[in-house]
Nanobody, 116 residues
Framework: QVQLVESGGGLVQSGGSLRLSCATS????????MGWYRQAPGKERELVAR???????NYADFVKGRFTLSRDNTKNTVFLQMNSLKPDDTAVYYC??????????WGQGTQVTVSS
């Protein structure tokens, strides 16, 4: 099992930046995939970015060039640096950890609100 604790959400103006953090309760290198999803009101949850244990990173097209996912192996933490934020980025952002064999864990979510 793994516990995930997110932080860093908040209110920011359009064009601003935020950095989300997700601390895990186990070695981050033992987790197959860590990712960030988001869900806006009335919309389905969607993948934002994910990192595989080997270091490969995938981004959704709508964040390419604006968001950067990284990790600190010594702190067992992943980060999502979000720049050039837009009102459409407003959503609850969730950290996820996939351990394999269907073992999927989610954080409690952190609200990101971008004002125009």
């Amino acid at each position: 099992q793994v516990q995930l604790v997110e932080s860093g959400g908040g209110l920011v103006q359009s064009g601003g930046s935020l950095r989300l953090s997700c601390a895990t309760s186990r070695s981050i290198l033992s987790i197959n995939v860590m990712g960030w999803y988001r869900q806006a009101p009335g919309k389905e949850r969607e993948l934002v970015a994910r990192i595989f244990s080997g270091g490969l990173i995938n981004y959704a097209d709508f964040v390419k060039g604006r968001f950067t996912l990284s990790r600190d192996n010594t702190k067992n933490t992943v980060f999502l640096q979000m720049n050039s934020l837009k009102p459409d980025d407003t959503a609850v952002y969730y950290c996820t950890a996939y351990l394999g064999r269907g073992s999927d864990y989610w954080g409690q979510g952190t609200q990101v609100t971008v004002s125009s």
